[in-house]
């Protein structure tokens, strides 16, 4: 069937329903809780498995679904399983109404089966051979995309999204881009990763870990977590509550790890995404920072969020809730504004921290901010990464 791509370039996107596990839980009720509710530490020790540091990260407590493809059997996958269990039987009627070949996936990873690729070379030194169980395939990035799609036996298109801490959001654009193509009717998208030692190790080489809990935008604040997690969404062009209006991409270049002091690059793609919602930067009800805790990260990000929005917009960091999720960060605060614009009490989500706010960053009062002054009608969501790699997304509401 031929479709023509006119009809459908400026189709508005929608997030129909939406999935997550983290540090706060599994599934949206308990995270919604302990987001919004809780004021306490989610974040526990590393423990020796991924650190011979006193290191704080955001672990999963809850029991994993079962993986059933054995090849597919990683921690990642296990968690994208528990993460997508809720959403089986509306993807079984999203397959009813478009077909299996109209059914896209896209995941952004930056572990993939790591962790179980660690196990494995573990044994090889202890016993000299692999373990029975352990297939190559578990590692590659495309990993958690195929499984999805094998798992739903869905023939659309299927691609892992890899650009590291932007790869979430990312999976949430291409969807997008599959939808205004005319190329999917539907698409699961969003991000997982998992903890594991090639991260915790290599995060800590570059001096970037705290042994406390990240302390975003603070005087003191001296580092990241790292976390762990999924968030997913089934995106189509069928009208729902909440809308993905604008979407803002760009690339610095900059320098393969340190991003661009000025933060020109995440202004322009805070100002792409509000091109495209076609809408000005004072209707921005909250604005979830990427917010790592880092120096560098922050104070290139507050100079950045100062340039468009001023020093009034109501803005948080929920890395402190979750530690730094990687991959999966996009996607999981995305959801965290999914449930915001969901909210009837017009909670925002928290900034935990010190409340000393460095002096050398540019003033943003509204940090923190519990509520905002309405119903929030439009939320922004901060993504960059390695190699100056940038996003913002605009979700909607009614």
Known sequence: MILDQNTFKEAPIFLNCASIICSLGSGLSSVEENLFNKNINFLRPAGEQFSNRELFVGKIKETLSKV??????????RVLTTALDPLVSEISLLKEKYGSERIGVVIGTSTSGISDGEKAMSFHFDQGKFPENFDYRKQEIFSPSRYVSNWFDLKGPVFSVSSACTSGA??????SRLLRLGVCDAVIAGGVDTLCNMTIDGFSSLSVTTEGICNPFSLNRKGINIGEGAGLFLLTREPSRIRLCGIGETSDAYHISSPDPNGDGAEKAMLLALEQANIDP???????????????????????VHRVFGEEVACSSTKPFTGHTLAAAGAIEAVFCWLALSRNDNK????R???????????????GASKSQGKPKFVMSNSFAFGGNNISLILGGE
């Open 170 to 175: 990312k999976a949430l654009a291409s969807a």
């Open 282 to 304: 004072a209707k921005i009800d909250y604005l979830n920072f990427h917010g790592t805790g880092t120096k560098q990260n922050d104070r290139m990000e507050a100079l950045a």
């Open 353 to 367: 921290w010190d409340g000393q706010q460095d002096p050398d960053l540019p003033r943003l009062i509204n940090i």
């Open 348 to 351: 925002l989500p928290p900034h």
């Open 68 to 77: 059933t493809l054995l090849e597919e059997d990683t921690r990642n996958n």
